[in-house]
């Protein structure tokens, strides 16, 4: 299949082998070889007996194993994918039937060693990942979104399934393989099971970190969090391998009854002691989240100028409670009645499917940013003026994603020098725009560049040999000068505005891998391509990846851009690039060179685009390159 793969298959084929492939890897080679392992070596790293029913357990769950995974490479390979989600429905009863003598031997003799707990562990994430694949793939409206969700699943197979089993059983397994006879495989067992609680706790709460939709530097933190608890497996085998040799040579020169009076540090340290790494662990994640909102004020809600909601009235003592919708640029409802003096409680519910959404108040209540599915309360507090709310993701304001509280049975009470807005709203100041000058303030023209400046290389790349090209695209925020002395929060595919040119020739395939590393949803549209936007250039989540392919069947210098709403920011604040496709018979030249026309609407200085500005078509700056 991968050979296959390698020559470059049309979509849905080349998805539904991704899929087969991936299967046949993820669940076969490597889901039975540990699951057939562990029959016997579980038991052994708990040194405890094989539970009786042990043997005629792994007999019954072995053909539903090996059935259910023909079933998913058969429903992948047929392009059935209900027959796929059936295959791995099968595949966990059979986890389920090979995990009863597991379980009952856990019941027998608990883990307590970093071994035992990792493997455990790692069968934990295994089926959460089988179960999450399962309704994944019920949900999926085609094999392409199949294969990303899929994919989405690999980095947890691999580190919380693949990588802690294997460490599990090495912990245990090198004492052994070292030798030496007691004492030395004790000394062994002993180094390697050092902080064996603050290990697991670091691992696992780091991943769980990382297969929520938080902010990516979060996820960032946690997995620099991850590798290093996998990665202190190779200090502790040294360490290991040194205390084995020591004590085999303090053996041999004391004689073996003398080394049985030297006293041997327990391998298994006191539940007291667990429990204080436990609590290390667990606040080592927190300051990963803590530290990862610091990185990336995106994440937070935008700063307002907040005014009192109550103004000078009296308190009823009762509660409005209202719930509202935000969903495709628009509150529903968007405008509110509440009774003078009521105190106002609004439930958020974002039912978008890609994109965050806020509800900000000029009272400066929030709700924070939804993730898509997610919802918030927003406690307003006791309403005696008219109040205006609106989303304060960029862009998403000015395309009508405004929201208003009408207070009735009382005296209008709107601030002094607030402005109208649409729908009965009040404005003070320049509420959900970034605080700060204008960037366009610093413009000179005429200034040179500093010393670390490198221009834009205009040479379009080379052919590649090639018919098939593969890249990845990964969507980022980061922080350029745009001009001298002149700073934007960009956001960018692969850190540049414009992005990366790609080059090739009629009939080439093109396979885009976008990886979304940003603070709210991106996508990707290359106009080179002839596929309905819809389905293949859908927006993706913060820290999910996509795989856009697309077959190039006209010549042209195309655009590609990211087309999530407000489709004017995203391009304008630097998600762009450009496609060349040469047509055939096309005359040889010394060199070929690409120039990409574009725009600044500048926010204020380090923040982002301006959309007031484009909705006006007032640029500050057109540039090229």
């Not at 027959?83 to 597991?102: D, K, S």
């Not at 030395?184 to 902080?195: H, Q």
């Not at 649409?422 to 023209?445: E, N, R, S, V, Y």
């Not at 925020?477 to 850190?495: I, K, S």
Request: aromatic share 6%; glycine share 12%.
């Amino acid at each position: 299949l991968g050979t296959v793969l390698a020559r470059g298959l049309a979509d849905p084929l080349h998805d539904q082998l991704v899929l087969a492939h991936a299967a046949i890897n993820l669940l076969g080679w490597m889901g039975l070889t540990i699951i057939g392992t562990l029959v016997t070596l579980w038991p052994t790293m708990l040194r405890t007996r094989i539970v009786d029913s042990a043997e005629r357990a792994t007999r019954t769950a072995l053909p539903v194993l090996l059935g259910s995974l023909l079933i998913i490479a058969a429903g992948a390979l047929a392009g059935l994918l209900w027959l796929a989600v059936l295959g791995v429905i099968g595949y966990l009863v059979g986890l389920g039937l090979a995990a009863r003598p597991f379980l009952a031997t856990a019941r027998n003799k608990p883990p307590a060693s970093f071994a035992t707990w990792s493997v455990f562990a790692g069968l934990s994430w295994f089926v959460g990942c089988l179960v999450a694949l399962a309704i994944g793939l019920a949900t999926a409206g085609s094999w392409a979104e199949a294969g990303q969700r899929f994919a989405a699943l690999t980095p947890l197979l691999a580190a919380g399934t693949a990588a802690q089993v294997l460490l599990g059983a090495l912990t245990y397994l090198i004492p052994m393989s070292l030798g030496g006879g007691p004492t030395p495989v004790r000394a062994a067992s002993t180094e390697m099971d050092r902080g064996g609680a603050l290990r697991i706790t670091v691992v696992n709460a780091g991943l769980l970190l990382y297969a929520l939709p938080l902010p990516s530097a979060v996820r960032v933190l946690s997995s620099a969090m991850v590798l290093a608890g996998l990665g202190s497996f190779i200090v502790l085998m040294l360490l290991a391998v040194r205390a084995s040799h020591r004590t085999r040579k303090t053996s041999a020169e004391l004689g073996a009854g003398n080394i049985q009076r030297r006293r041997l540090v327990p391998v298994d340290p006191p539940a007291g002691r667990r429990r204080g790494m436990m609590a290390t662990g667990l606040a080592l994640v927190l300051l990963a989240v803590a530290g990862g909102v610091a990185f990336d004020p995106g994440s937070l809600p935008a700063a307002t100028t907040a005014v009192a909601a109550s103004g000078d009235i009296t308190p009823t003592g009762q509660t409005t409670k209202v719930t509202v919708q935000a969903k495709g640029m628009r509150f529903t409802p968007a405008r509110i009645e509440v009774p003078a003096g009521n105190r106002l409680v609004i439930t958020v519910h974002n039912t978008d499917t890609t994109t965050v959404h806020d509800l900000v108040l000029d009272s400066g209540a929030n709700s924070g940013r939804l993730a898509p599915g997610e919802s918030a309360g927003v406690d307003v507090g006791v309403v005696g003026r008219n109040i205006a709310g609106w989303c304060s993701v960029v862009g998403h304001r000015q395309m009508g994603m405004v929201f208003s509280v009408v207070m009735v049975g009382g005296p209008a009470s709107t601030q002094p020098g607030a402005r109208a807005l649409p729908g009965g709203q009040t404005q003070h100041g320049d509420h959900g725009q970034q605080q700060g000058g204008d960037a366009a303030d610093d413009l000179d023209f005429m200034a040179a560049p500093g010393k670390n400046f490198t221009g834009y290389n205009p040479v379009l790349p080379a052919l590649e040999k090639g018919r098939v090209h593969r890249h990845t695209f990964t969507a980022r925020d980061v922080v350029r000068e745009v001009a001298p002395g002149v700073t934007q929060r960009l956001w960018t595919f692969n850190g540049t505005a414009p992005g990366p040119a790609l080059h090739g020739r009629i009939g080439d395939i093109f396979e885009i891998t976008l990886v979304n590393d940003g603070d709210m949803g991106h996508s990707i549209d290359f106009h080179a391509g002839s596929l309905a936007p819809d389905r293949p250039m859908r927006t993706i989540k913060p820290g999910e990846s996509l795989v856009y392919r697309f077959t190039a069947t006209k010549a042209g210098i195309w655009m590609y851009h990211c087309a999530t709403m407000p489709i004017s920011a995203h391009i304008a604040n630097g998600m762009f690039g450009a496609v060349v496709i040469d047509p055939p018979g096309l005359g040889k030249v010394d060199r070929s060179y690409l120039v990409v026309q574009s725009e600044y609407y500048l926010g204020p200085e380090g923040g982002t685009v301006d959309v007031d500005k484009i909705r006006a078509d007032k640029p500050d700056a057109v540039v090229f390159n």
